[in-house]
């Protein structure tokens, strides 16, 4: 009997692991994509179905993502979760960061993985040399210096608001991505600007490391952050990356990514067979041409959807108050604010309500397209001439009859136009929809931005540019359709 019991329980846990994958995140930079793949390859070699949430933004989305539940674990550091989610001023463990996590948010960290990557102010060995610098203290005695910081890493608490009131640095910085600062810094077009100690351009682009000589910086070892209730199986096969990766061969494993062009799961996978803590496996990649349908295909999921959806709200919505100037007047201004609302906060926003992934983006893409949608409906329909309107009234048309076959008709070039508008700004705006997992062509700009690939950027941009193309000549044979031929150009 307890052979039996021993069994069912086993066969209703494999189930439970397959039928509930286990969703892996991972921000948007090189060292991330390579860990979080350790992670799902450590997690798939247990026998868990894993799902992959990649080119999530950055700290803040990614734990809210998994504070949400939208992802179930992915690798952080640990200043990161002091400094930046806890909002710690003072030096605390591990043991009480994982305690305050637990108490908080119900979440928990792994054991370290071997290496501290602390953030860093890094300058050209040349002019290092030449002015003398070795030390962060130092650079307040350069004020004329080009500082250029990625945008996290500025306002981050242990960014640079914080270390320049620290340090007491007069520098003015600019912001970039911190994938095209260190090509800005090999053209000399900035003096300074921040990394992670285990960057693999650090050595290849020979670039110093300014010490960090009154500790501001915190430890920042790499562990795995994940929901309390992932199942004890799991956590102990995360454990398995305990102390497994040193800060050289994290460099390393970074520069093949980024010099090499190898690509993050091979190196993961190679790393981890090596190392003994997955098997061996060959693993045969899709190639570029159907990695880009598959994205291609998701952008155009994510962008019909939502475009059918602020159809089907707005073109009924202009014409029920286009009559009502007042009303017309606050539903306009209501989705004008919408506008307003950069793109990638409004996904972040998102985040705490609908979690992360395809529906979050449909909503934001759907939100967009209302105000061209809805403006032109109601501009369409209130600039039908009034004469027309009398002569429908005078041969007995209803004011619903009047609406269908004259009114509507007369404005549908303009609600066309809206709708055009709409379906153009929701293809380039959906590359965003990467930023929380959603998938699209934005996967390979986003990578492609934090690998400082050329290739990769374009392998996302050049089939979106086509894909806006197609939807321009897409609604012109629309509108040969819809249009009475005596109202087209």
Known sequence: ??????????????????????????????????????????????????ERKFNLGGTTVSFEALRNGAIDVYPEYTGTIAKEILKEDNTVSIEEINKMVSTLYHLEISKPHGFNNTYALLINKELKEKLGISKVSELKNHSDLRLGLSYEFIDRKDGWNNLAAFYN?????????????????????????????????????????????????????????????????????????????????????????????????????????????????????????????????????????????????????????????????????????????????????????????????????????????????????????????????AIGLTTWNSLRLVEIPLAMPMILAGIRTAAVINVGTATLAAFIGAGGLGEFIVTGLALNNTNMILMGAIPAALLAIFTELLFELIERFLIPKHLQK
């Open 169 to 393: 640095l007069p520098q003015k910085v600019i912001a970039l991505e911190h994938g095209l600062a260190y090509q800005a810094i090999r053209e000399n077009k900035i003096d300074v600007t921040d990394a992670y100690s285990t960057d693999g351009e650090i050595k290849k682009f020979d670039l110093i490391l300014l010490e960090d000589d009154q500790h501001f910086f915190p430890d920042y070892q790499a562990v795995s952050f994940y929901s309390d209730g992932l199942p004890l199986e799991a956590k102990k096969l995360l454990n398995k990356l305990t102390n497994a990766i040193s800060e050289e061969e994290m460099q390393q494993l970074n520069a093949m990514a980024l010099f090499e062009k190898v690509s993050h799961v091979e190196i993961a996978r190679n790393f981890l067979s090596r190392k003994g803590l997955i098997k061996s496996s060959t693993h045969t990649e899709s190639s570029m041409w159907r990695l880009i349908a598959e994205k291609a295909w998701r952008h155009i999921t994510l962008t019909f959807f939502a475009l059918i959806a602020s159809i089907l709200v707005a073109v009924p919505l202009g014409v029920s108050i286009f009559k009502n100037q007042r009303l017309s007047k606050i539903i306009l201004y209501t989705t004008g604010i919408l506008q307003t609302i950069p793109s990638i906060a409004l996904l972040a926003l998102m985040i705490p309500i609908l979690g992360i992934g395809i529906v979050p983006a449909v909503v934001t893409l759907f939100l967009y397209a209302l105000l061209p949608i809805l403006r032109n409906t109601v501009i369409g329909l209130t600039t039908v001439d009034p004469v027309l309107k009398k002569v429908a009234m």
């Open 1 to 50: 009997m307890r052979i039996l019991l021993l069994i069912s329980l086993t066969v209703i846990s494999w189930l439970a692991n397959a039928q509930q994958p286990i969703r892996v995140g991972a921000k948007h930079f090189n060292e991330g994509y390579i860990l979080s793949e350790m992670i799902a390859l450590v997690l798939e070699d247990g026998g868990y179905s894993v």
